[in-house]
């Protein structure tokens, strides 16, 4: 075996601990998609720090993720959508664990409401503040830092109904077609040495999906090339490839993981 070829078998093996030495910050880490991500980031070596709205619940996952894996793991309090609570958020998980280099971008919410014209302004304004105004204020605040350290990673959770939008999820779907935009803008202001993208997230079995009527998903899943909707642990494999050295030249992306649904007719 030539020395070119045994450097690229080792080059291909899998690292166990890809994230050993960085340090992680994740929105809406305490539950559904982003609670996987965290307790993945962790599993793979990173310290990392569990922001949502209920700190109790961010207590509640850090102190079991550190017990299991070793790495340290802070718990914040923080609501995205208020511009000063970001500001003091990224503030507070640099001094408690060190500079992010990997920035996850989950929180955001998805309110109902009985008919577009009974959207309100306090609805709207909301479902806004928290998918678009707190990524866009976190990614500038922690991309600029990045950029000055040499690099680093932000990865944003999207939607795949921000390509599918329906009446029932205008507001949210049109905040998540925001959210990719502002992929590809910092993408450009903040490369070469920091990359974003973005994970187009498809239905998935999590708290929200509860108040979903599972006769009509089943019917609507038929119609999609997996046919069921996703189990939580199954967004890990896309954000680690994301956040970690092998999508080195991926950058300003958005990557659809929802079984098929945006390939569906």
Partial sequence: MTASVEAAVAAARPDPQPFAGRTALVTGGSRGLGREIAIALAAAGADVAIASRKKEACVELATELAAATGRRVSAHAAHVGHWDEVDRLLDEVEAELGPVDVLVNNAGIAPTYPSLEKVSEELFDKVFAVNVKGPFRLTALAGARMVQRGGGVVLNISSMGSGRP????????????????????????????????????????????????????????????????????????????????????????????????????
Avoid at 167 to 187: I, M, Q
Avoid at 208 to 223: E, F, G, L, N
Avoid at 231 to 238: H, K, N, S
Wanted: hydrophobic fraction near 45%.
């Fill in 166 to 265: 329906t009446a029932g999820d205008l507001p949210y779907t049109a905040a998540k077609s925001a959210l990719n935009t502002l992929t590809a803008g910092f993408a450009q202001e903040y490369g070469p040495s920091v990359r974003v993208n973005t994970i187009l997230a498809g239905p998935f079995a999590t708290d929200i999906s509860r108040s979903w009527d599972p006769d009509a998903v089943a019917r609507m899943a038929q119609d999609w090339p997996l046919q069921r909707v996703g189990e939580p642990a199954e967004i890990v494999g896309a954000a680690l490839h994301l956040c970690g050295p092998g999508a080195s030249y991926t950058t300003g992306a958005l990557l659809a993981v929802d079984g098929g649904r945006l390939a569906a007719p």
